[in-house]
């Protein structure tokens, strides 16, 4: 079989528009102390549980004592990241997958380890989180795609999350 490749200028194709975001909410999630389950053959597996907190902004709640972030730390130091766990509003019940990375250079990262403040600004830390919910006045939330920045604190992790449009 032969297949012809058609190419076409970019000029002459519609040009999809730059993304921008919207502020969505700014997330307080207190944790516990690290579980460490060890060398999984995939890095050193980790499960913070969550304890509960805050969510100011679009939506205003709290977050239920009811999951974990469940993190897998890559031989490379990249912490990837598997929050699961439950926002109340006064809307409704909302379940939040969210999976991102965390990097930085590696003293700061041992530094986090240890439960030290670091200056937010010398790490990555990305997620796009996904909503599940069964409340009609927040529907919206599962027909949207959003990304968040967060910030590691000893005994908490702050999240802002965006709309992206």
Not at 27 to 47: C, K, L, N, S
Request: aromatic fraction near 8%; proline fraction near 6%; include cysteine.
């Amino acid at each position: 079989m032969s297949y012809k490749l058609v190419t076409q200028s970019m000029t002459d194709l519609p040009v999809p528009e730059t993304p921008s975001v919207s502020f969505l909410c700014d997330v307080a999630v207190d944790v516990a102390e690290p579980i460490i389950v060890g060398e999984t053959g995939a890095g050193v597996r980790r499960v913070i549980p969550i304890l509960g907190g805050s969510v100011t902004g679009r939506i205003n709640g709290r977050v239920l004592a009811s999951g974990a972030d469940f993190q897998i730390i890559r031989r490379d130091g990249v912490a990837e990241l598997e929050a699961l766990y439950v926002i109340e509003t006064e809307q409704g019940l909302v379940y939040v997958k969210n999976y991102g990375l965390r990097d930085g250079p590696k003293d700061v990262l041992d530094r986090l380890a240890r439960g030290e403040l670091v200056d937010p600004k010398l790490v990555y830390f990305r997620a796009s989180p996904r909503f599940e919910t069964a409340a009609p006045d927040l529907q919206w939330m599962t027909k949207r795609i959003f990304v968040c920045s967060g910030a590691r604190l000893p005994k908490q992790v702050v999240l802002r999350f965006f709309e992206l449009l």
